[in-house]
C-alpha cells in the first residue's frame, strides 16, 4: 500500500476563539475531519461517504496565534474501509520539537456500491 500522509497547515486566529482566546474544539474537529478525507480522496468515484467511526480526543488547548500542523496518514485500508489516523502538534517556542494538541482516528466505509446512479447500457 502506497503511504498516504498529509500535512496541512492551520493557524489559530481571533474569529475561531472564544473570549479567552482558546480555539473552540468543534472548529477544530471540523477542521480536521475534512483534513482525514485528504488521503482517501483517491478510492471513491464520487464524493467521500460520511466517516463511519470516529475517536477524538484533546490533549492540551490551542490559542489565538498558534500555528498548529494537522497530520492525516491511512493507516489501514481492506474491504471494509480505510482509517485515518490524526494528529495534531504545535511547535514549542522553547525547544525544537512538537507539542500535541488531539489526535483522532476516523474509519471511512468503503463506497456503498448502490450509492451510484450509473445505468447498465
Do not use: W
Not at 500500500?1 to 472564544?18: A, G, Q, R
Not at 468543534?26 to 467521500?48: G, R, W
Not at 500555528?67 to 485500508?77: D, G, H, N, S, Y
Amino acid at each position: 500500500m502506497k503511504t498516504h500522509h498529509i500535512n496541512s497547515p492551520f493557524i489559530v486566529t481571533k474569529d475561531i476563539s472564544n473570549i479567552n482566546g482558546f480555539l473552540l474544539p468543534h472548529i477544530l474537529y471540523d477542521k480536521i475531519k475534512t483534513v482525514a478525507s485528504y488521503p482517501v480522496k483517491e478510492f471513491y468515484l464520487q464524493d467521500i461517504p460520511e466517516v463511519g467511526d470516529f475517536k477524538f480526543k484533546m490533549y492540551k488547548n490551542a490559542f489565538v496565534n498558534d500555528k498548529l500542523t494537522i497530520q492525516a496518514q491511512l493507516v489501514k485500508k481492506d474491504k471494509e474501509g480505510y482509517l485515518v489516523n490524526i494528529t495534531v502538534t504545535k511547535e514549542k517556542s522553547t525547544a525544537n520539537h512538537q507539542e500535541r494538541i488531539c489526535s483522532a482516528l476516523f474509519d471511512f466505509p468503503v463506497e456503498n456500491k448502490y450509492s451510484t446512479n450509473r445505468t447498465a447500457c
